[in-house]
């Protein structure tokens, strides 16, 4: 799977209340939380994005609550993946169990900057940076896992399992 994208750039420790804010956590509905997706990292992120934009982060990408949403609302706005230096924990396996492609890759997030594009191999991990021959490897997730997200998440893969 090939994702190819406009970078959005964060910083480091963006927790689930900048991701989705807790005033909407009222409803599951992926759409409703799309629209207000990073509205406290950044108000006017959703009106700028695109689907197939790429958000990149720093360190500990996703901490705070363990809430669902915060991925679901990710995913839903259209953003392909996300790329960071490193996820919290919690984040980082509701990710999976939705199917959101996350990607640890330290030096992917330093290099790639904000408005610049960039392209991820999801099969094997490698991120590069439009106009660069540079390619930056990412930690690969074993095949089952891959296959998680492939299927769009953990309940579509037990679905298609059975």
Known sequence: ???????????????????IPARYLNTSDPDELARHCMEDADPGFVKRKQ??????????????SSREHAPIAIKASGIS???????????????????????????AALALKQGCQ???????????????KKIYQSEIFPGFIRDIMKTGGLMAYARKSK
């Open 81 to 107: 993946c996300v790329i960071a230096k490193s996820f919290a924990r919690i984040f980082y396996r509701n990710a999976i169990n939705i199917g959101l492609p996350i990607f640890t890759c330290p030096a």
């Open 118 to 132: 960039a392209a991820v191999d999801a099969n094997n991990g490698t991120i590069s940076k439009s106009g660069q």
């Open 1 to 19: 799977m090939k994702l190819k994208g406009k970078v959005f750039k964060f910083g480091d420790d963006i927790n689930t209340d900048e991701i």
């Open 51 to 64: 689907s197939g934009d790429i958000i990149v982060a720093g360190e500990n990408f996703g901490c705070g």
